[in-house]
């Protein structure tokens, strides 16, 4: 009949829906890793690789690191820059006008300044929008490990500093200097005593000393930033471990 067959489907549909709300809270309380990337993933699938098989599963933050791909252009101090740009170049046109050339050298100096503001403020605003997605997957799983590495390493430096996070923490070549730098302001040292950082000798993006100034724990090996290395991923495998354990 067709009232026996909806209430048939009805129930299938209800046993359907409670089986997957079971597996979703399930996942949910599974112990993660959390990875924050950087403009490439360098040592991280095989970190990846090796939490996986101690049956941790591995959640990639959504973030944005200009000038990296599309995510980041959701700026707003991107499109503060566009006019700068766009004033800078009229004043240019401008400048062999003779009764406008003061205010048009005026106009080209101020802009640069404004520029110089506007590249610190996309800075600041992707590394809040990183964060900001760290911060909601943090809240959504049980994280037991949070791993970092180059823009990625300087927002998980970001979380730590900002209390956000005071968990286990691994930064790999974070580039948390250059960042710092291009932001205008001074990086916070952290002197978590769960935290751990591997660092490259050769590598142009980490400044070795002034990086090692902002951390305790800090492991050096012979390698470039990618971290793909041998010795490298000895390190960050024997660093994870150590933090998990």
């Known amino acids: 009949e067709p009232g026996a067959y909806c209430s048939v489907l009805l ?8 089986k997957e709300s079971t ?17 490439s993933d360098g040592p991280l699938p095989a970190l990846e690789h090796s939490l996986r098989q101690r049956g941790l599963r591995c959640v990639r933050v959504p973030l944005p690191m200009p000038p990296c791909g599309v995510y980041w252009c959701a700026n707003p101090f991107l499109l503060l820059l566009a006019g700068v740009v766009w004033l800078m170049i009229y004043a240019l046109n401008e400048v062999t006008l003779e009764p406008f050339v003061v205010f048009a050298i005026l106009i080209i100096a101020g802009a640069l300044v404004a520029a110089r503001l ?14 900001a997605n760290a911060k909601r997957l943090l809240a959504r799983h049980r994280v037991a ?28 070549a974070p580039t948390t200097i250059a960042m710092a730098r291009c932001a205008l302001r001074s990086p916070q040292r952290l ?12 590598d142009g993006f980490v400044p070795r000393p002034a990086t090692e100034s902002l951390y305790e724990a800090v492991a050096v090996v012979h390698d470039d930033h990618p971290l793909c290395g041998r010795a490298a991923r000895d390190a960050i495998v024997g660093a994870s471990a150590e933090l998990l354990s």
Do not use: K, N
Request: aromatic share 8%; with cysteine.
């Open 191 to 202: 002197d978590d005593a769960r935290l751990r950082v591997v660092l490259a000798s050769h």
């Open 145 to 172: 490990l949070v791993v970092g590495f180059s823009w990625g390493g300087g927002i998980a430096h970001r979380l730590l500093a900002s209390r956000s996070w005071r968990g286990p923490t691994l930064l790999l």
């Open 118 to 131: 506007c590249v610190a403020g996309v800075v600041r605003f992707a590394e809040w929008h990183g964060a």
């Open 11 to 18: 129930a299938r549909v209800q046993a359907l829906t409670i």
């Open 23 to 39: 597996i979703g809270s399930m996942g949910d309380d599974e112990l993660a890793v959390l990875i924050l990337s950087g403009w």
